[in-house]
């Protein structure tokens, strides 16, 4: 548990007269210091989030202003139309240790509820950005929309922030190969299991940090122990077998799906590590996935499955050994 409360201490989120904090993570009233923001949900932490982040980082060392991203969670969608929600390339805690490798100070995060959704525009920027956290200098994506029915826009920004007092910078798109790179392609990608261009979008291979928890003990009885990981019934990935990398050091074989064999139900993620002794129950560990190896199939033994598992594990020596 206390790689999960170290984790958990990273995530701050922000009290708001419209949305309360979740239980047992950080909570502040307000910054203290003058901020240089951008805006965004910041799923993924893409190559085009990069290049903002980039930038509030270079505002921040030109105007001497404490750099700080302002997110939201859960994702807006999933509370305005959760049939239509998307799956989400990072969760809470990999989102914000992800941004904060890119040198930012502050990460603070809105709880995004109806209430909280229902709050005006001109509201967002005066109560929040400009009060609560003190923004004087605010740097936003091209498409970027806010408040209350998205009602907001980047001009409405530019006009209050020359009364109340903060600039506005408008960032371009962010193309490769003539596509604007998005959270959105990247997700179109990992469930084609095309991880080798999703990774050309997210500026690295495509990884999870989850805790280990306690599985059914099926792989043990198979012959190949496997650590399974919390929370990741929706994720963004075609389900399937992957060589992955452990912890940046362990090769390893992983299955995401839900085990027809066994006739599974819910999505797991199940990793096996290669020449690996120990136990890994309650530890947050991070999975990079390297490439896309075959379907999910069912098998009609255990046997068989045993079989394709050792030429998977084969196939995992011969790419990356």
């Known amino acids: 548990m206390g790689e999960d409360k170290e984790a958990m201490e990273k995530v701050v989120f922000l009290k708001t007269s419209h949305s309360e904090c979740p239980k047992g993570v950080g909570c502040i009233e307000a910054e203290k210091e003058a901020t240089v923001i951008t805006v965004g949900n910041f799923d993924g932490v893409h190559l085009g989030h990069r290049l903002l982040l980039k930038r509030i980082r270079q505002v921040s060392q030109q105007k001497g202003l404490k ?3 302002l997110s ?6 999933k509370v305005l139309s959760p049939l239509q929600a998307p799956c ?24 995004f509820d109806k209430r909280f959704a229902t709050l005006r525009a001109e509201d967002f920027l005066k109560e929040v950005l400009y009060e609560r956290l003190r923004c004087r ?10 408040g209350y029915r998205r009602e907001g826009e980047i001009e409405l920004a530019k006009e209050l922030g020359k009364e109340l007092g903060f ?25 084609m299991g095309r991880l080798e261009e999703a990774s ?4 690295r291979n495509y990884s999870i940090k989850r805790r280990v928890i306690k599985g059914d003990g ?3 009885t198979l012959g190949f122990s496997t650590a399974n990981l919390e929370a990741t019934e929706n994720l963004c990935l075609k389900e399937g077998v992957y060589a992955v990398r452990v912890e940046d050091h362990f090769l390893g074989v992983a299955n995401y799906g839900i085990r027809p064999t066994f006739d599974g139900h819910k999505k797991v993620l199940e990793v096996h590590l290669l020449n690996f002794e120990g136990n890994l129950r309650g530890k947050r560990i991070k999975v990079e996935f390297l490439k896309f190896l075959r379907e999910e199939i069912k098998f009609k ?16 020596r011969e790419l990356f050994l």
């Open 67 to 69: 750099s700080l991203v």
């Open 72 to 77: 939201f969670y859960p994702h807006p969608i």
């Open 88 to 111: 989400e390339l990072t969760d809470l805690y990999e989102r914000t240790e992800l941004i904060k490798e890119e040198g930012i100070d502050s990460v603070v995060f809105i709880r």
């Open 137 to 146: 200098y605010l740097v936003v994506g091209y498409d970027w929309r806010f």
């Open 167 to 191: 600039e506005v910078e408008e960032a371009q798109a962010f193309r490769i190969n003539g596509h604007v790179v998005s959270s959105t392609l990247i997700r179109r990608l990992l469930h």
């Open 200 to 203: 050309l979008y997210l500026g």
């Open 218 to 220: 099926r792989g043990f």
């Open 301 to 316: 033994s255990s046997q068989e499955l045993i079989k394709q598992i050792e030429k998977d594990i084969s196939r995992v």
